[in-house]
């Protein structure tokens, strides 16, 4: 006798269907299925969500502006869905350009147009950067202490000789 392990009624015949141990109604295991599938979609958009979110708080912060204007807004939107950029490496290029190359913002509030010059350049940065922390995170330093003996110098007064008593 087997039970669907989401219904826990008897399951009858052979339609069923398994996913790890557990057997399911056929019905019950596409519930299951979509149910996985709309949390896994929460999930991203939440983590999109966040991200731009994120961008946007820097941009402002950068540009010393309340809220980002809409060409910048169609910017971003058009890096991510043509340029396939992501919301962090924009925000990273950004950072990457203005704060460690040290480029002055100036006049260019209204536009990231820059981005899609420098996202390259600043990903492999980043990548290297990761790299190099990841690398040195395994580095131990060793405090060893080395006793050096240093001899004394001959401090003795030499002995004269008078040349003239010869």
């Known amino acids: 006798m087997l039970k669907c392990a989401m219904c826990h009624l008897e399951i009858s015949g052979t339609q069923y269907k398994t996913k790890g141990k557990k057997r399911y109604h056929s019905e019950c295991y596409e519930l299951l ?5 709309e949390s896994n979609q929460r999930k991203a958009v939440s983590l999109k969500g966040n991200e731009k979110d994120s961008l946007t708080q820097y941009i402002c912060l ?27 490496g ?18 260019h509030r209204k536009t990231i147009g820059i981005v899609p010059y420098c996202y390259d350049e600043a990903k492999v940065f980043f990548e290297t950067a990761y790299e190099a922390s990841k690398a040195n995170a395994d580095f131990a330093e ?6 050096v ?18």
């Open 90 to 107: 924009i925000q990273r290029t950004l950072y990457y350009f203005y704060e460690l190359q040290g480029n002055k913002v100036g006049e």
């Open 142 to 147: 060793e405090n060893k202490t080395v006793h």
């Open 62 to 88: 950068l540009y010393g502006i309340d809220e980002i204007p809409y060409t910048i807004d169609k910017q971003i939107e058009d890096f991510v869905d043509k340029l396939k950029y992501t919301y962090t």
């Open 149 to 166: 003996k240093v001899k004394p110098k001959d401090r003795r007064i030499p002995y004269i000789i008078d040349i003239n008593s010869l």
């Open 33 to 37: 299925i979509n149910k996985a599938e």
